[in-house]
């Protein structure tokens, strides 16, 4: 397991002009960034132990994390 976070530009470095653009004109993919950061976030504190939380809590962030990443990357691609 990994302690790095997944921050999401780093996840979709080719993406990066479309995801700045997409982020300035899309409420919509601004919320799901926001969102994504701050599961990622959770995530992470949990993975480090400054946030401890149970097995089924972490498998529970970490699909909506996968969620969230497929739905943005779905929006970068159709734009």
């Given amino acids: 397991m990994s302690n790095t976070p997944h921050e999401i530009q780093d996840e979709f470095p080719e993406y990066a002009e479309k995801m700045h653009a997409l982020k300035a ?12 950061r701050e599961v990622n976030r959770a995530i992470h504190r949990a993975e480090t132990e400054v946030e401890p939380v149970g ?25």
Avoid: H, N, P, S
């Avoid at 097995?55 to 990443?69: A, P, S």
């Fill in 25 to 36: 004109g899309d409420e919509r993919f601004g919320k799901l960034l926001e969102d994504y």
């Fill in 55 to 79: 097995d089924v809590q972490m498998e529970t962030m970490r699909k909506q994390r996968m969620v969230l990443k497929d739905e943005i990357y779905g929006m970068l691609t159709k734009a």
